[in-house]
């Protein structure tokens, strides 16, 4: 089992910086893939980041590249989410999740509670 708890959510300002974190508990952290997902209101969740399990590999939903950055800190089992150039559309609530395997459209096998980020015009 792994627990995943988000947190640095937020309201901030189009063009703004934000950084979420995902606290990670439980098994060894270092054995997960880790994602970042989103879920804005009336609309389906959907993929933000992924991170390989010692950060050598990342890919990024066109939406966020150039804007976001992806990032893990295994000795603290924290994943990081850099968001830069904020956007009202990037308005939603901010999930991680940690899988086995590595890719767009892997199944993710434990999620976090969700954290809010709100960027206003």
């Known amino acids: 089992q792994v627990q995943l708890v988000e947190s640095g959510g937020g309201l901030v300002q189009a063009g703004g910086s934000l950084r979420v974190s995902c606290a990670a508990s439980?098994?060894?952290?270092?054995?997960?893939?880790m994602g970042w997902f989103r879920q804005a209101p009336g609309k389906e969740r959907e993929f933000v980041a992924i991170?390989?399990?010692?950060?050598?590999?990342?890919d990024y939903a066109d939406s966020v590249k150039g804007r976001f950055t992806i990032s893990r800190d295994n000795a603290k089992n924290t994943m990081y989410l850099q968001m830069n150039d904020l956007k009202p559309e990037d308005t939603a609530v901010y999930y991680c999740?940690?899988?086995?395997?590595?890719?767009?459209?892997?199944?993710?096998?434990?999620w976090g509670q969700g954290t809010q980020v709100t960027v206003s015009s």
């Open positions: 991170i390989s399990q010692f950060g050598a590999r990342t």
């Open positions: 439980g098994r060894t952290f270092s054995l997960y893939h």
């Open positions: 999740a940690a899988s086995s395997n590595y890719g767009l459209a892997v199944k993710y096998n434990y």
